[in-house]
C-alpha cells in the first residue's frame, strides 16, 4: 500500500536554528515527490519537486533532498516567517490514469525570535 | 491572474441540507479535485475530473457529488449534509496526467464547512 508518513508532528526552532523535516514514503514506483506549504486558513502551496534518487532543489533558506524511500526538506537559518505547516506528497507511477496525490499529514513548524 | 477560487470561504449549515461548495480555475487546466483535510488524516481525495463531463471517486466519495460541464468549474455538492462532513475544502487543479513527468497541483485557498 502507499505510504507516506512525516515526522515530527511539530518542531519548535528558535530564529537561526538550522533543522530538519522528514518524509517516508512507500511507493509502487515513484512518479514524483513534493513538497507544500501552508499557512494556516490557507489552502498548500507549492514547493517543490523531486523526481529521482539524489535530486536536490533550493529555494531561499529551504532545500528538498530525496533517496529511494525518503526525503528531507532542510530548513537553513529559518526566520519567524518560516512558520507553517509542510506537506510532502507522493505521485505514484503507477496511478490509475491520473496525477493521484498521497499526502503525509504535515509537520507543523514554529519559528520564535 | 485569479487562479483557482472557492467559494464560499465559510459555511456553516444544518444536518440533512444540500450544500454546494464551488470551485474556478483560470488556468485551463485538464485536471480537477476536491480534497477534505482532517485532523490527524491530512488530505484526501473525494472526487477528481479529468476534463469537462469526466468525473471519478477518489478515496473518500460517500455522501458527495460532483460535475463538470465547463473546464473551469468544478462544484462539490453535499446532498443531505452530516457532521462527519465538517471539514476544510479543498480544490486543486493541475495541467494534466499524461507522460512519465510529475504534474503539480496548485490548490485554492480552501472553504471551512461546519454542518451542525
Known amino acids: 500500500e502507499d505510504q507516506v508518513t512525516q515526522s515530527p508532528e511539530a518542531l519548535r526552532l528558535q530564529e537561526g536554528e538550522s533543522s530538519s523535516l522528514n518524509c517516508s514514503y512507500t511507493?509502487?514506483?515513484?512518479?514524483?515527490l513534493f513538497w507544500y506549504r501552508q499557512d494556516p486558513g490557507k489552502g498548500p502551496e507549492f514547493l517543490f519537486t523531486l523526481y529521482s534518487a539524489g535530486e536536490e532543489k533550493e529555494k531561499e533558506r529551504l532545500k528538498a533532498t530525496l533517496t529511494k524511500k525518503e526525503s528531507f526538506l532542510h530548513i537553513t537559518a529559518p526566520k519567524p516567517e518560516d512558520s507553517a505547516t509542510y506537506l510532502c506528497a507522493v505521485q505514484p507511477m503507477f496511478s490509475g490514469g491520473y496525477n493521484k496525490l498521497i499526502f503525509g499529514a504535515g509537520t507543523r513548524l514554529a519559528v520564535h525570535p | 491572474d485569479a487562479g483557482i477560487t472557492q467559494s464560499p470561504r465559510y459555511k456553516i449549515t444544518e444536518t440533512g441540507r444540500q450544500v454546494t461548495l464551488m470551485c474556478h480555475q483560470t488556468w485551463s487546466h485538464s485536471y480537477m479535485f476536491w480534497y477534505r483535510q482532517d485532523l490527524g488524516h491530512g488530505l484526501r481525495l473525494i472526487y477528481y475530473s479529468a476534463a469537462a463531463d469526466i468525473t471519478d471517486k477518489g478515496e473518500v466519495p460517500d455522501g458527495y457529488v460532483v460535475s463538470r460541464s465547463k473546464t473551469e468549474n468544478f462544484p462539490l455538492t453535499l446532498e443531505s449534509a452530516t457532521r462527519s462532513q465538517t471539514s476544510v475544502y479543498f480544490c486543486?487543479?493541475?495541467?494534466?496526467?499524461?507522460?512519465?513527468?510529475?504534474?503539480?497541483?496548485?490548490f485554492g485557498p480552501g472553504t471551512r464547512l461546519t454542518v451542525l
Open positions: 486543486a487543479s493541475s495541467r494534466s496526467s499524461g507522460g512519465p513527468v510529475a504534474d503539480t497541483q496548485y
Open positions: 511507493v509502487s514506483g515513484l512518479r514524483g
